[in-house]
């Protein structure tokens, strides 16, 4: 079946503007997180749905992120008025069950700031 | 808090030879334990996983890994490598009891030498 999607694939974009990444999960898939990659770095938790409940904002940096999830189907993740340090590959993954379930992860939105 | 440590940045190995990358973890209550690898270019994907039962427990392309709750390591393994094998190895632990995070190491980038 379709994996995870993520569009854009790329995108380039000035200082202050905002943008919109999006993320389609697998079908029935109850969980969906967003992940910060930077060159060289590991994997950094930004924020967690699972089914209808309160999101866990925790791992959002600051007050410009912030993301949507539709039920249990596509979420998007903003970040406004965007900085340099903005810039990096942003991955989202969704999984099956809420625990002990593995992630899925999708090829990523290279996130690049001008 | 929950962590991951992969303390090598980086592990060559010879075609063949056998190959390990480290993995070490701290988690409240029972681990969740993933490793994640992640080809160039390419998004993230599962290898294997230990949740409970067996400590020895196998995944995709060969791979496998050996939970070790004394010494809290979950060390992925392969009998042969293979030149196909470099990529980027990431471990991750599951926190249950805090609330379904996943945290991420910052990965080992393994280069199978031919």
């Known amino acids: 079946g379709a994996g995870v999607s993520q569009s854009p694939s790329n995108k380039v974009t000035e200082k202050g503007k905002d943008v919109e990444l999006r993320c389609d999960p697998i079908?029935?898939?109850?969980?969906l997180y967003w992940y910060r990659q930077s060159l060289g770095q590991g994997l950094e938790f930004l924020i967690y749905?699972?089914?209808?409940?309160?999101?866990?904002k925790s791992g959002l940096p600051s007050d410009r992120f912030s993301a949507e999830r539709t039920g249990e189907s596509v979420s998007t993740l903003t970040i406004q008025r965007t900085q340099q340090e903005d810039s990096a590959v942003y991955l989202c993954?969704?999984?099956?069950?809420?625990?002990?379930?593995?992630?899925?992860f999708g090829p990523g939105t290279r996130l690049t700031v001008t | 808090a929950q962590s991951v440590a992969q303390p090598e940045d980086q592990v060559n190995v010879a075609e063949g030879n056998p190959l390990t990358v480290k993995c070490t973890y701290s988690v409240s209550g029972n681990p969740y334990l993933f490793w994640y690898v992640q080809y160039p270019n390419r998004g993230l994907q599962f290898l294997l996983k230990?949740?409970?039962?067996?400590?020895l427990v196998k995944g995709s392309y060969g791979f496998e890994a050996e939970f070790n709750k004394s010494q809290t390591s979950f060390h992925l393994k392969k009998p042969s490598a293979l030149v196909s094998d470099s990529a980027l190895y990431f471990c991750?632990?599951?926190?249950?009891?805090?609330?379904?995070?996943?945290?991420f190491g910052t990965g080992t980038s393994l280069t199978v030498i031919p």
């Open positions: 079908s029935g898939h109850t969980a």
């Open positions: 230990y949740i409970t039962g067996d400590n």
């Open positions: 991750a632990v599951r926190d249950i009891v805090g609330g379904n995070q996943f945290y």
């Open positions: 749905f699972q089914g209808n409940s309160a999101p866990d």
């Open positions: 993954a969704s999984s099956l069950e809420a625990s002990g379930g593995e992630q899925y």
